[in-house]
């Protein structure tokens, strides 16, 4: 290694996570793999932020830009929070003995297995290496879903696996089409799989195939992302899965394969005679607003119920880019940064909620905010934010969605605000049992260590007090940094 590439913050980026993951398979204890976990998980926040001011020239595998920069940041941030959350939330599933050391132990090496496959994905310039990432992602976050090794547990897992594993079958064979079209233009090899070579050239590629490669490409990823009909595996991996997985799931992994979409989409959207894959990227959203908007008033288990939201909202941000502009894809980076601070919050607070009164079923957690304020309060804060509520940051991003539909699509428009509608009604009807009334029984877990509530409960303030802050004032240097990305993406 030279030493301008022993300088290189994105390479140390990428080795934090990956070498902590090899530490944390070593480490003889679990509590000082969890003490490991976040402090691995705060060097890579550290990294990730001198890549705001630092950015290293492209190499045929590696890139930074404004818009991966962005997520690079976000994804640490959330990881860094998840980290804190999961240190207490696994030590009160060790002492209630539903994890043993050995499985705990592996918890915290496979999350920074999880967040290595994730932010090499987004740093990734060849395409190739894109697949591979996310196709990791998925493999690790498999570990994590079984965790606990029951029936139902090991059910999910497979089908996150299954499901999965076919959606980006047909992103590789979109992924190869890609290649196909640019071979001619930029010759074979590496360089025909570069982003940075090919968005300048991707006017000269064959529209036919670039055409075709996102239709496989948007199926494939879009599997990934959570999008109906293709969604069947999400509220499962979510409900079985230990509860700080569903809140990087949700809020992080679910951005990855978007990204990835949103790539491929600047490649086609520059060529003019490909298609226009607004319209397959709108028709998609607005599919998985209605089904996840209809769904949650069917669900009985407050994860899945959640997980439901994220469908919903990971439809919001489809459509807003599927419509592109200025205005929307602003938004729709807007959105992508709100729900992940929102929904990680939501996620911390319900597995707090499940591990304090004992079940997972909404029928059994009740008046949250009478026995445990702290937690009941900040789960109303977060419903409150996801379903769109001022003064919050998603209130703030779904306006300008909406807006935008208005000024292009005004027949788009009606739909859209139908079934934020539907999900809005579904969420407080859901609210006023969990956080409000008679408190149920407090069947759950003991607390053995005071520090333990605080230190679960201090990420979910933090960021619910951001996603509150983004809904009032939002930096000048922030919105520069998304209109910046909101022109890249056309």
């Avoid at 029936?151 to 696996?161: G, L, N």
Wanted: charge should be positive; glycine fraction near 8%.
């Amino acid at each position: 290694m030279t030493a301008l590439q022993a300088a290189n913050p994105l390479l140390w980026l990428l080795a934090a996570p990956l070498i902590g993951a090899g530490v944390l398979f070593l480490l003889p204890h679990w509590r000082l793999a969890a003490l490991t976990n976040i402090a691995v998980s705060a060097v890579t926040f550290g990294l990730s932020l001198v890549l705001v001011g630092q950015r290293p020239e492209p190499t045929a595998l590696l890139f930074i830009d404004d818009f991966n920069v962005f997520l690079v940041v976000l994804t640490a941030f959330v990881g860094l929070g998840s980290s804190i959350f999961s240190a207490a939330y696994i030590s009160r599933e060790g002492n209630a003995k539903r994890l043993a050391p050995p499985q705990m132990r592996l918890y915290h090496a496979m999350y920074q297995a999880f967040l290595f496959t994730m932010l090499l994905a987004l740093t990734a310039n060849n395409i190739g290496l894109l697949w591979v990432a996310i196709e990791a992602a998925t493999l690790t976050t498999v570990m994590m879903v079984s965790l606990y090794r029951t029936r139902p547990a090991i059910e999910a897992a497979w089908k996150y696996f299954i499901l999965c594993s076919v959606g980006i079958g047909l992103a590789l064979f979109g992924t190869i089409l890609v290649y196909m079209a640019a071979q001619p233009v930029l010759g074979a090899g590496s360089q025909a799989m570069a982003w940075t070579a090919m968005i300048g050239q991707a006017g000269d590629f064959q529209p036919a195939l670039l055409s075709l490669a996102f239709v496989f490409i948007l199926v494939g990823y879009g599997t990934k992302v959570g999008l109906a009909p293709l969604h069947n595996w999400l509220p499962d991996a979510h409900a079985e899965g230990p509860t700080p997985i569903a809140a990087v799931l949700s809020g992080l992994l679910l951005n990855v394969a978007l990204y990835a979409i949103l790539r491929m989409k600047m490649i086609v959207s520059a060529n003019d005679g490909a298609m226009d894959p607004g319209p397959f990227m709108i028709a998609m959203g607005l599919s998985s607003l209605f089904v996840a908007a209809l769904m949650l008033y069917r669900r009985r288990d407050i994860k899945r119920l959640f997980a439901y939201s994220s469908i919903e909202h990971m439809g919001i941000m489809t459509f807003a880019f599927g419509m592109g502009g200025a205005l929307s894809n602003f938004a729709g980076l807007l959105h992508m940064t709100m729900h992940s601070l929102a929904k990680s919050a939501v996620f911390f607070a319900v597995g707090l909620a499940v591990q304090t009164v004992g079940s997972a079923r909404l029928s059994d957690i009740r008046g949250l905010t009478v026995s445990r304020p702290v937690l009941g309060w900040g789960l109303v804060i977060g419903v409150v934010a996801i379903a769109g509520l001022p003064p919050m940051g998603i209130f703030m991003s779904e306006f300008l969605v909406v807006a935008s539909a208005f000024a292009q699509q005004p027949l788009l428009a009606v739909p859209l605000i139908l079934a934020l509608l539907l999900t809005f009604g579904a969420l407080v009807m859901r609210l006023q049992s969990l956080a409000f009334g008679e408190p149920s029984p407090l069947l759950g877990y003991p607390v053995p260590n005071p520090w333990v509530n605080g230190v679960a409960v201090a990420p979910m303030v933090l960021h619910l007090a951001l996603v509150v802050i983004a809904g009032l004032w939002l930096p000048p240097a922030l919105v520069a940094w998304f209109e910046s990305v909101a022109a890249m993406l056309g």
